[in-house]
């Protein structure tokens, strides 16, 4: 298996999250491939883990959030196709796959070299080498699946990277039809808690941040065209609080008063 960087270790900041929602939250998440992969991980990062309940948590909130989403998409429509962008060591597919649709996994070369190694391809989950703003891995989806409908999934990616970027991918991502997407984002005061503390508590207080969202109808008109905004939710909306830590259940009724953190679901 190939060596990642120092910076590449964020790829582990998810998966720890979901190891420990899966050994003592499990009503949050229970990932058992998660649990599995946990002794194949560098030893050193689940000894040196600093992470408080709360972040372990926000990182397990997501992929529980995504995972509904996704369920919901696939009882709406069975023949459908997920497509994850920057998908780094997520194991949604042994979680949520029906048995019948075509998954795709995006993310950089030596991201999905390392996923390779780590989680070789499943029968129906197919790896796609390159960058997510390039139009490469959208052609591919479409030139295999043709009309099916599809659900991009984006999940702890797109506050790295500056608005206009982001919408550029949306409107690219839009001309191909019959699409949705679903990610997860903050507001503005949501931008600068993430900055202030749980980059810091993960580890990463240098990462710089850009992207958030106050409005997502506002977005919606920034994209143009026929965008429809789905759903805009509060983070931890259904997200099960009991048996949790005093600080953990505050810190996540703040979030939630205040929006600062939220899922969004586009139809473009």
């Keep these: 298996m190939s060596k990642l960087g120092v910076v590449e270790d964020t790829l582990f900041i998810p998966m720890l999250g979901r190891i420990y929602a899966s050994e003592h939250c499990p009503q949050i998440l229970y990932d058992k491939k998660a649990l599995e992969l946990k002794n194949k991980l560098p030893s050193d990062l689940i000894e040196q883990n600093m992470q408080n309940q709360y972040t372990l948590l926000a990182s397990a909130s997501r992929s529980a959030n995504m995972d509904r989403f996704i369920r919901s998409f696939l009882e709406r429509r069975p023949n459908g196709v997920i497509v994850q962008l920057g998908c780094g060591l997520e194991t949604t597919y042994y979680r949520c796959d029906n048995g019948r649709t075509r998954w795709y996994a995006v993310d950089l070369p030596h991201v999905i070299e390392y996923r390779r190694g780590l989680l070789p391809e499943p029968?129906?989950?197919?790896?796609?080498?390159?960058?997510?703003?390039?139009?490469?891995?959208?052609?591919?989806?479409?030139?295999?699946?043709?009309?099916?409908?599809?659900?991009?999934?984006?999940?702890?990616?797109?506050?790295?990277?500056?608005?206009?970027?982001?919408?550029?991918?949306?409107?690219?991502?839009?001309?191909?039809?019959?699409?949705?997407?679903?990610?997860?984002?903050?507001?503005?005061?949501?931008?600068?808690?993430?900055?202030?503390?749980?980059?810091?508590?993960?580890?990463?207080?240098?990462?710089?941040?850009?992207?958030?969202?106050?409005?997502?109808?506002?977005?919606?008109?920034?994209?143009?065209?026929?965008?429809?905004?789905?759903?805009?939710?509060?983070?931890?909306?259904?997200?099960?609080?009991?048996?949790?830590?005093?600080?953990?259940?505050?810190?996540?009724?703040?979030?939630?008063?205040?929006?600062?953190?939220?899922?969004i679901h586009l139809k473009l």
Excluded at 134 to 159: E, Q, Y
Excluded at 223 to 244: A, T
């Design 123 to 263: 029968e129906r989950e197919f790896y796609i080498s390159g960058d997510v703003f390039a139009k490469d891995w959208l052609k591919k989806v479409r030139n295999d699946v043709l009309d099916a409908p599809i659900l991009v999934t984006a999940g702890g990616l797109f506050h790295y990277f500056e608005e206009h970027k982001v919408i550029a991918l949306l409107r690219m991502i839009g001309q191909f039809r019959n699409i949705e997407v679903v990610f997860d984002t903050v507001n503005r005061k949501g931008m600068a808690m993430m900055q202030k503390k749980y980059m810091k508590q993960v580890g990463h207080a240098d990462a710089q941040m850009f992207f958030y969202v106050d409005s997502a109808e506002e977005l919606a008109a920034k994209i143009r065209g026929n965008v429809k905004v789905i759903s805009e939710e509060s983070y931890y909306r259904h997200i099960p609080r009991n048996g949790l830590n005093l600080s953990t259940r505050l810190s996540m009724g703040v979030s939630d008063c205040l929006c600062m953190v939220k899922m």
